[in-house]
Every structure is written in C-alpha cells, then in structure tokens.
C-alpha cells in the first residue's frame, strides 16, 4: 500500500502549534511533531470511539496494558510486568515528576546537553539545580562525555536525566554507552531517568534501540523510563505516555510525585494509543523510508553549503545544524528573517545552533533547503 506522505495538508486552520508561531511566509521547520497523517487504523480507532458521543473520565482500559506489553515486546524483546507502568498524560510532566525523586530540595540533577528544552527547567521546577554537561563530538558523532561526568558529579548529585535516542542530536547512544552510563550511575548512586520518547523513530538500519533498563537488573532498579507511541505515529495531541519503573518503592515514590497534579487521561488519547501499540502494517516501515529520504537531502544539502555544517542524524527526524562559523547574533531571529521558522539552539542549551525539523512533504523540505542555502550566503557575505 502507498501512503503519500508529499501531500500537503492544512494545518494552520486547526490551531497547529507549528504552523502559527510564526507569519505565514515562514516555514515551519521546528516543533518536534510531523505533517502527515497518523495511519489509517489509529484514525479509525478514534472515528469509532467519536461515535459512541461520550466523552468521559475512563479508567486504563486493559487492552491498553496488554498492547503496550505487546509492543515493548516485539519491539524491543522487553518483557515486563504491567505492575511496572504508570500512566500519565505526557513525557513532559513525567520527567519532570522524576526530579522530585532526585533526594532531597536542593540535591542536583545531571544532564547531558544540548537536549530537549523542557529538560533544562525540570530540576528547577522541583527544587533541584541542573548541573549541565556538554555532550562531546567525536568520529561516532554526539556522545555523552563521561570525563566531563566525572569532573561535574559531586556528592549532592542524585539523578542523571537523558535522552536516548537523543534529541536535538539524533545519535541513537550504543548500548556500551548505555553500560558506561549505568556504571556511572551505580559509581554514584545516582538515579536515571531516560526519555526514550524516539525510541521507534530509527533511520539507520545498522542501529537499534536500547531501552538502558534492559541492560542489567542493578540498572534496571535505578532507572525510570519514559516512552509513549506519539513521536512515532504522530499522535502527539492525542496521546498518553508511561514510565516503567521494576522498583516498587521507587514506583511508589513515582505515583506519590504525580499525586494530584495531572489529570486522567482521556477516551481519545487511550484509544489512540492502543490502536498506535497495535499498529503493524506497512504505514511505519513507510514512513521510515519517507524520513530517511528527507534526512539524506537535508545532509547533503548541508554538505553542500559553506558555513554550516551538521552530523549524521540516526534516528529522529530532527537535524541540529551547526551555524557557528556565520557568526550569526542570534541564528534563531535570523532565519526566520528569511523565511525559516526552526528551533533556537539556545533554548537546547547550545548557542549557534539551530534545530531543523524534516519530517515534513519533501516539497516543502526543498523550498525549506533553497531558503537555507540564500540565508547562509547572505550570512557569508556579511561576515
Ligand atoms: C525527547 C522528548 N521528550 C518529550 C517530548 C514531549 O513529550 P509529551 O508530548 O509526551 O509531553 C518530546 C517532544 O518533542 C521530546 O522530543
């Protein structure tokens, strides 16, 4: 079956986040969310739950369980025990929740950066401060750099939040990577919280995903992790999201954390999610290959421009571009002077950067490319 992920739909009229931040002779290449259609059966799921005409507060439907045991399964050979998930409405509040864990007001919580934004503020919004370590370059790409680690890590430290796979990046971290992180971690004591939100969403096909919790029973007690289908089958809106957490009083410490401060999650959002769990057809292998496409003509056009470069996008389908070189005051204000709506890469925690969104038809990805080639000449010449 053929799945046209080069139509454009409309998407401004429906209050899309990324298509109004910015005047309408701006594209939008930045919020992490995609232009295409979510697969026929999740919209199916959704037209038939609609038409029951009732829209109320719902417990967590076993199936929903059973189906996302099923998927962690056959995606990632993890079997778990349903005891282990918690449920909530989002990522976000999950990783923000998993802060408060971090021992006591005051303690610190390590992150690898540059990252997803809200992770910068996510110690701050449960009384812990951020201690921020820079991801290091090198032949494989971004890496976590554990000197720096050790060099930051102190005594008050108690939690280290990551990204795998890692947005802005993209690096999918290897699972000796995911061994040495969790050495680090037990070295320490230190918590792990992982946001594998991307963790379905691989290009290369020399990679795979690790969830970090499956390496190693001692690990595995240390560590929340936090997964949701909704990156993967662009079901952000409608979605919901788990962390699995095997230790029971860590779990417990978990839920007591989420005590009253989210609500349940509603009809819609479970009904997608099972239906996104159950998803086996050929929509995701498609779009795969759609993303693959786009990120290959993003990185040779990259290539092609002087002044601006980027590394090898692995998984996601996000590309963080390095504008360093242009000397630009602010890379974010001046893009979108020309027509570029991206990410700013100072809200990721790295200055000179910017965050270029490609999961888009691959007609506006081109328009998107013959404007990023006319801005960074421009740059160029007033340098
Ligand atoms: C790494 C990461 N975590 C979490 C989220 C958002 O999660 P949620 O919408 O479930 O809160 C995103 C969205 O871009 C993300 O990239």
Known sequence: MDFDFDQRIDRRSFWSTKWTRYPPDVLPFWVADMDFRAPESIIDALRERVEHG?????????????????????????????EWLVWLPG?????????????????????????????????????????FVDLKENERGWCMDFDAMEAAVTARTR????????????RVYTAQELT??????????????????????????????????????EL????????????????????????????????????TARAGLVSGIGPLQFTA???????????????????????????????????ISMRHVEATFLGWIDTRELELDGPGAFFEQHGLGFSNGTDFGKP???????????????EGLERLEAAVSKARSDL
């Open 54 to 82: 009732i829209y109320g507060y719902t417990n967590t439907p076993n199936t929903v369980v059973q189906a996302c045991l099923d998927w962690l399964n056959r995606e990632f050979s993890w079997e778990i025990d349903p």
């Open 91 to 131: 990522v976000v509040p999950a990783f923000n929740m998993a802060c408060r864990l971090a021992g006591s007001p005051g303690t610190e919580v390590m992150i690898p950066v540059p990252v997803y934004h809200p992770f910068l503020a996510a110690p701050r919004h449960a009384q812990r401060e951020a201690v």
């Open 159 to 170: 939690m280290c939040l990551v990204c795998n796979p890692q947005n802005p990046t993209g």
């Open 180 to 217: 040495q992180l969790g050495e680090f971690a037990a070295r320490h004591d230190l918590l792990i919280c992982s946001d594998e939100i991307h963790c379905a969403i691989i290009l290369d096909a020399t990679k795979s995903h690790t969830p970090i919790a499956t390496l190693d029973r």
């Open 220 to 255: 595995a007690k240390r560590t929340i992790t936090l997964m949701a289908p909704t990156k993967t089958f662009n079901i952000p809106g409608v979605g919901c999201a788990f962390a699995i957490i095997e230790d029971t009083e860590l779990r417990d410490r978990f839920r």
């Open 273 to 307: 999610c099972d239906a996104a769990f159950r998803e086996q057809g050929a929509w995701l292998p498609a779009l795969l290959d759609y993303l693959r496409g786009n990120r290959d003509l993003l990185e040779r056009a990259v290539a092609g421009i002087a002044g």
């Open 352 to 366: 000179g950067f910017v965050r270029f969104n490609f999961a888009c038809p691959r007609s506006l990805l081109r």
